[in-house]
């Protein structure tokens, strides 16, 4: 019998608002990516969320420790964006 996969116990909607938040993050859009992130977050604690949080888009912000704390964080991204 295979062992389950992870990863597949996160829904797909995770990895879809992972990736919105990475195009925000990309077009400095930065206050609807850490929203997107955060949302990404409630679907499961997939180390791809956090890591994606943290260097994605705080790093953009130069944002550094909170870019550290983000990647650790289990329940939203650690960054106020005012």
């Known amino acids: 019998m295979r062992e389950p996969n992870p990863q597949s116990e ?11 938040g990475q195009l925000l993050s990309h077009d400095k859009r930065f206050e609807e990516a850490v929203q997107a992130h955060t949302q990404a ?11 994606r949080a943290g260097f994605d888009t705080c790093w953009r912000m130069n ?6 704390e983000g990647c650790h964080s289990r329940d939203s991204v650690a960054v106020s964006t005012g």
Not at 10 to 20: E, Q, T
Not at 63 to 68: D, F, G, Q, T, V
């Open 63 to 68: 944002r550094y420790p909170e870019a550290l």
């Open 10 to 20: 996160v829904p797909a909607r995770g990895f879809i608002l992972m990736d919105r």
């Open 41 to 51: 977050l409630s679907y499961g604690d997939h180390w791809r969320f956090r890591l």
